[in-house]
Structures are given as structure tokens and as C-alpha cells.
């Protein structure tokens, strides 16, 4: 008899027991890497074959974001825009180091997520996944999905993004 109880009493809570254990792994490894804030992109017509996602990143610890991906593109890059000589220039930023405890901002006219040959428009209303390859201070590599609202096609993208730190000071690894 108290060898079925017992084993009865393991056959309901084990599960439990492993459930929580793989919850407690997760939120402690999400916890040290990227903190993503405001991630949206605009709405797309049935042709156009290109977006940019913006957002607000800070790290718990310094870490190294290597590579963006998304099922929505075929490709998904950091990208860099400037002005050099009265010319609009885009550049693909092969990672992005960012600072614990500093913001680095994605948005219009500057640093932002460059998604190409889309597999579909995206509709105003829905979100899309966008998977960070991140490298953290300790040398692990881990994946972290996130989720980018899709705005208004007329988006302009005053105001979305807001920061307590101004400063935006980063560095590139290269």
C-alpha cells in the first residue's frame, strides 16, 4: 500500500516538478541576455519586398548581437543609415555590441533591422517573430525571439520609441 501511494504521489507531481524546472532554466537564461522595447515595424503592399524593424535594446550583462532572423524575409540584417555627402547610405553591421545597462535605439533614418525579399505583405494589426543569435559575456551563444508589432503603412515613427538615456553610446565589433 505504501508503495502505491508513493508512487501515485510521484506520477502526479513529476511532471509538475520537471515543468517547473524547465521554466525556472528559461527565465534565468532570457533573464541575463536582450531586452527588447517598442519593436515595430510598418505595414507593406503586396509588391514591396523590403522593411525595417525598430525598437529599443538594452542588456542585463554586455553582450554581442550576432545575426537577426525572421520566417517573414528571406533575409534579416542590422543595418546602419547615414548621410555621406548629401547621399542617403545604407550599411549591413556584420553584430552589434551593446553595454549592460545601456540603451541603443533602432529607428527611422538610423540603426535599424533590414528585412529583404519578404514572403508575404505585412498587415497593419499583427506581429512578427524576429529570432536575435546573441553572444553572451560568458562566450555562450543563445537564440531569443521577440515579437515586432505591425503598424500603420503611414507610420512615421515619432514618439515610439523613448529612452531614459540620451546618450545612445555604443561600439561596433568588428
Known amino acids: 500500500m505504501f508503495y502505491s501511494m508513493r508512487t501515485r504521489f510521484f506520477a502526479a507531481w513529476a511532471p509538475r516538478f520537471c515543468v517547473a524546472s524547465v521554466l525556472m532554466l528559461c527565465v534565468s537564461a532570457v533573464h541575463a541576455?536582450?531586452?527588447?522595447?517598442?519593436?515595430?515595424?510598418r505595414a507593406t503592399?503586396?509588391?514591396q519586398n523590403t522593411a525595417a524593424v525598430f525598437m529599443s535594446l538594452s542588456a542585463q550583462e554586455?553582450?554581442?548581437?550576432?545575426?537577426?532572423h525572421t520566417p517573414v524575409a528571406q533575409t534579416a540584417e542590422l543595418h546602419m543609415m547615414s548621410m555621406e555627402d548629401n547621399v542617403m547610405r545604407m550599411r549591413h553591421l556584420p553584430q552589434l555590441a551593446l553595454k549592460r545597462g545601456k540603451t541603443f535605439l533602432l529607428k527611422p533614418g538610423g540603426y535599424h533591422v533590414m528585412l529583404m525579399d519578404l514572403k508575404h505583405a505585412l498587415k497593419?494589426?499583427?506581429t512578427l517573430p524576429l529570432?536575435?543569435?546573441?553572444k553572451r559575456a560568458n562566450g555562450t551563444v543563445v537564440q531569443q525571439t521577440i515579437a515586432a508589432t505591425v503598424r500603420s503603412i503611414n507610420e512615421m515613427g515619432t514618439g515610439a520609441i523613448s529612452s531614459s538615456d540620451d546618450s545612445h553610446s555604443h561600439k561596433h565589433a568588428h
Open 62 to 68: 554586455d553582450i554581442v548581437v550576432l545575426s537577426v
Open 33 to 41: 541576455q536582450l531586452v527588447v522595447r517598442n519593436a515595430w515595424v
Open 124 to 126: 497593419e494589426g499583427t
Open 131 to 134: 529570432s536575435f543569435t546573441i
Open 45 to 47: 503592399v503586396a509588391q
